[in-house]
């Protein structure tokens, strides 16, 4: 699968299952952008197993909860 790949599908996992954890959040909430910059660099980085990136992502997303955005 290309880097690419894993990245979108990635990204559409883990957003559908934070918005299902969190359905106040907004479709354009600001976590997104944040969200996609970091599966992109995890693929980068050379991350290949999608299901590893959603779980690394969905515990960035956690993290923004509970100590707010990075500076």
Not at 10 to 17: D, G, P
Not at 43 to 53: H, M
Not at 55 to 61: I, M, S
Request: charge should be negative.
């Amino acid at each position: 699968m290309a880097r690419h790949d894993i990245a979108d599908l990635a990204f559409e996992r883990t957003w559908r299952v934070y918005r299902l954890m969190n359905p106040s959040v907004d479709e354009q909430d600001e976590k997104r952008a944040l969200l996609d910059r970091f599966i992109k660099k995890c693929c980068d980085a050379g991350a290949s197993d999608p299901e590893l990136v959603v779980v690394e992502a969905l515990k960035l997303l956690k993290r923004l909860e509970e100590f707010g955005e990075p500076d």
